[in-house]
């Protein structure tokens, strides 16, 4: 009786012990968060209505003054890939725990938070502008939540027609007389786009984007920010193409996949020679 | 001891026999329904094979096609713009759903689209089954959500038996409401116009006129409203007046081609006498404006149709050819189809 009284305080004892450190000392997962600073070159938007005083305004290389009363996007897929080129996925498959909007007139929705992201050292960041081919189909039963915060009567971002999502909704204003834009982009492909086999038809709007951060980021005992920066000035004036709104290469009102691509190649990259498009990684704090 | 195990014996089998009783319904006898493959139509969509129409199936989806809780505030149906009467098309300019909120085109008519490649004026679904949630979540159409509809359904009672019959259990899905909505469409087969009697040899013959009139159909109209669906299905830009909404591209609007900008599916001919007006967003109030507008020229484009640009941006008549063309088109209305 004395010696298993002495084994079962010992046992405890070292249950005790064992979880004090791992709560203490290693840490196997944290968080990253990602932060996203929407700019024109260097300076954070501010949004304004037609004749708004303090909406931030940027000129386009066309010399096209513009400003923005509504900028939101979808970011989906997102990957952190090791120091040692291993790639952890975040939910990739599963946009109600892997998607979010961000809205650029709610703050709350500039930061995302990553959760239970191994412990270790990470040297880029992968994601997406918008929803992949095979998950962007409004399925509701499958995705409520993320379904419901896209559809919300405050962010419209389900483009009916197309069923699927919006992957950019910007509203704004531009030359001096304030004439109105509004650019929306979004898929319509059937099939996987360069696969004679299964394409069809359509526009694939998607752009996967890879960030190398300036610093590697360490998930430890600290939770790291990664702060990105999306630079709009990039929508007119980008790396593919140098657009001029109304009577220059593109309609103010990009509503259908028409001309459309002009405007996602420069937001997210063309794919083969780009694959950042406005996007780039600012700081990361450990 | 012994007297616990004898009540407990006969609990059992009270319980067994309770069990027995309440066994499940044997499931329904839900045959599959041929398609009437009427002559020299072309071959069925693809996805017809993997959604074959069943008595119950079909059943269903008439009920859901008529089912006004698919909309936000229970007012509209499928059958509210696709009503029988306009062989399942209706005679607004361009469409009206909830809240009389008006939609960007003029509604088609839902008719032999078992045999179509492609559904909508731009083309943008491929198959009938991924067709529904287009109204259910468009806001000028029902303004609803498909879980939003289930819901509904479910706290009907009724639907779950009709489920049930239809695909063996009672579960609402997504997928089972798409799936019969569209075995229903592929059932609503329209062949029995005057004219497909006059080439079955059943005793009918055209008058002059409709012989006149399809004589100079063949030469002006059949190179596009070809096939004996009326529409030989591609995109083309006729010229017509442009609808001015930004959602509007035409075909580009899927495909993002500029050389598809404005071009729309060449819609079918048959029962065109009901579907009154005409064009993408109801330009037409009647064929002989439809006649008249290519007779008096329609509007240039980079990507007007060649057979158009050939013929000097035209398709020349003269009233007599308009009046004959017309009497032929309504050798197309299959009264039967549309309960007339």
């Known amino acids: 009786m004395k010696t298993s009284t002495k084994y079962s305080i010992l046992f405890v004892a070292i249950l005790i012990l064992i979880s004090c450190s791992k709560d203490d000392d290693n840490p196997v997962a944290n968080n990253v968060t990602l932060h996203f600073n929407n700019t024109f070159k260097n300076t954070t938007i501010v949004l304004g209505d ?22 939101k996007y979808v970011i989906s897929n997102i990957r952190l890939v090791k120091a040692d080129g291993s790639e952890i996925p975040y939910n990739i498959s599963d946009l109600d725990k892997g998607a979010t909007v961000v809205d650029h007139s709610k703050a709350q929705t500039l930061d995302y938070v990553l959760t239970n992201i191994p412990v270790g050292e990470y040297r880029q960041l992968k994601f997406g502008l918008g929803v992949k081919p095979e998950l962007n189909t409004l399925d509701e039963a499958r995705f409520p939540n993320f379904y419901a915060e896209a559809g919300a009567n405050d962010t419209k971002m389900h483009w009916e027609w197309g ?10 204003f531009y030359d001096t007389d304030h004439k109105q834009l509004s650019i929306h982009t979004g898929s319509t492909v059937e099939g996987t786009n360069g696969e004679p086999d299964t394409y069809t038809q359509g526009v694939d709007a998607y752009r996967d984007i890879t960030l190398t951060l300036p610093d590697n980021a360490v998930v430890g005992r ?22 001029t709104l109304g009577a220059g290469n593109a309609t103010p009102s990009i509503h259908t996949a028409a001309n459309m691509v002009l405007f996602v ?21 450990n | 001891m012994k007297k616990v ?56 989806g008439e009920k859901l096609f008529h089912e006004k809780k698919f909309s936000g505030n229970n007012t509209i149906s499928c059958s509210s713009c696709h009503n029988r ?26 008719q032999n689209l078992a045999f179509m490649k492609f559904y909508n004026w731009d083309g943008n679904k491929l198959t009938l089954e991924s067709q529904p949630l287009v109204p259910i979540i468009t806001q000028e159409e029902m303004n609803s959500s498909i879980m939003e509809v289930i819901g509904k359904l479910r706290n009907g009672g009724e639907y779950r038996e009709l489920f049930r019959k239809a695909f063996g259990d009672e579960n609402i899905t997504p997928d089972r409401i798409y799936r019969s909505i569209a075995q229903y469409e592929y059932t609503l087969i329209s062949a029995n116009s005057k004219y497909d009697k006059v080439k079955r040899n059943e005793g009918e013959a055209f008058t002059e006129s409709e012989a006149r009139g399809y004589q100079v159909f063949q030469q002006k109209c059949e190179s596009c409203h070809s096939t ?29 081609i500029p050389a598809d900008y404005m071009s729309f599916r060449v819609p079918s001919l048959r029962n065109a006498e009901y579907t009154a007006p005409y064009g993408s967003f ?46 032929f088109i309504k050798t197309l209305s299959d009264s039967t189809f549309v309960g007339k």
């Open chain 1, 50 to 71: 037609a004749t708004s005083s303090t909406a931030t305004a940027n000129t386009s290389a066309e010399g096209q003054v513009h400003h923005f009363s509504e900028l």
């Open chain 1, 163 to 172: 069923t699927g999502y919006r992957f950019t909704k910007i509203e704004g």
């Open chain 1, 222 to 243: 600290n939770a790291p920010r990664i702060t990105i920066n999306a630079d709009f000035d990039k929508l007119l004036s980008g790396k593919t193409n140098t657009i």
């Open chain 1, 265 to 285: 190649d420069n937001l997210g990259g063309n794919g083969p020679s780009d694959i950042s498009g406005m996007f780039s990684v600012s700081s990361v704090e």
């Open chain 2, 5 to 60: 195990f004898l009540i407990l014996s006969i609990l059992l089998l009270l319980l067994s026999c309770n069990r027995e009783d309440i066994i499940e319904p044997m499931p329904y006898d839900n045959p599959e329904i041929p398609l009437d493959i009427p002559l020299g139509f072309p071959q069925l969509n693809s996805s017809v094979d993997g959604n074959r129409p069943t008595k119950y199936g079909v059943e269903l």
């Open chain 2, 85 to 110: 009467s306009s062989a399942f098309a209706d005679n607004n300019v361009q469409a009206i759903g909830i809240h009389g909120r008006v939609g960007l085109r003029n509604t088609p008519p839902i």
């Open chain 2, 228 to 256: 004996e669906l009326f529409t030989d299905q591609s995109f083309r830009n006729v010229g017509f007046p442009p609808n001015t909404s930004t959602e509007e591209a035409g075909r580009a609007r899927v495909t993002g």
């Open chain 2, 282 to 327: 109801g330009q037409f109030p009647t064929l002989k404006a439809v006649l008249d507008y290519f007779d008096n020229g329609v509007l240039d484009a980079d990507n007007l149709d060649p057979i158009l640009k050939e013929n000097g941006n035209r398709i020349l008549l003269i009233e007599q050819e308009k009046e004959d063309i017309i009497s």
